[in-house]
């Protein structure tokens, strides 16, 4: 069965009421492939969940950027998996890099956080990606490896995981991963997929890329076999989102 494309907008620490109603209405105007060619989840702050789930057009979902690694209580701050839920939320994005490395949030927690939100019925974005020097230094699958791992090891059903592979040198500073650095990194995840779950996990878990994704550079990525989508930061609060969402096209022409 071919992985449906999946792009996700990852609005960050953005917005004020009337830019997300102004955003929200240029997605709902906007001529989009059907719901069975691209599946669309836009991911805005937390305090702006509901207001963008009620207005919304009803085939794009949404995330929320976070959630608790367990059940709510004494944790002032944090929003947990059972709130989400109760919003009506399908989606949590977690593990993003901005995470892991300003709020120190390690594989394990991260792989914590995942099998949390799965079991109380939310669909997860679970986010994996190398720094620049990890890069430069040749370790780049090891990290993503180990990433994944903490994952893979808690978990056994992957069918409402949608795994983000997010170069960290490449996020919002305006330097892409080429598509052929792209492919690369997600046809060795996959390979660890296989041989770390199963054939069939590896086959038909997407494996998004994110990382200065734009309305330019968005279908030569797309056409790459192993990119199964988009998880799209600062391009997601502009016009050219749909265009990255029309990229879906490629694949269905493949």
């Keep these: 069965m071919a992985r449906k494309f999946f792009v996700g907008g990852n609005w ?19 001529q989009v ?24 057009r009803p085939h794009f979902h949404v995330a929320a950027q976070n959630c608790w690694v367990k059940k709510g209580g004494a944790f002032t701050g944090e929003v947990s998996a059972e709130m989400l839920v109760n919003l009506g939320i399908p989606w949590v994005i977690l593990g993003h890099s901005e995470r892991r490395l300003l709020l120190k949030e390690s594989n394990e927690f991260v792989g914590d956080k995942v099998v949390y939100a799965l079991a109380q019925g939310l669909k997860v974005i679970a986010c994996v990606g190398e720094t ?21 090891e808690r978990i056994s059903n992957w ?27 997600h046809f060795e995840l996959r390979k660890w997929l296989h041989a770390n779950t199963s054939p069939e996990v590896a086959a038909t878990t997407r494996i998004i890329y994110g990382g200065s994704v734009n309305g330019a550079n968005c279908k030569e990525l797309a056409a790459q076999p192993d990119v199964d989508g988009f998880l799209v930061g600062g391009a997601s609060l502009k016009p050219e989102f749909i265009d990255i969402i029309k990229s879906a096209e490629v694949k269905k022409g493949a």
């Design 33 to 56: 492939p059907p719901s069975d060619v691209v599946e669309v989840v836009i991911s805005p702050p937390f305090v702006f969940l509901p207001l963008v789930k009620s207005l919304l």
């Design 12 to 30: 960050k620490c953005n917005g004020t009421t009337e830019e997300v109603k102004k955003i929200v209405s240029t997605l709902n105007e906007a």
């Design 132 to 152: 620049l020097e990890q890069r430069e230094a040749g370790s780049t699958m090891d990290v993503v490896a180990a990433q994944t791992k903490a994952i893979a």
């Design 159 to 185: 069918a409402d995981v949608v795994l983000a592979y997010e170069p960290v040198w490449a996020i919002g500073t305006g330097k892409v991963a080429t598509p052929a650095q792209a492919q690369e990194v």
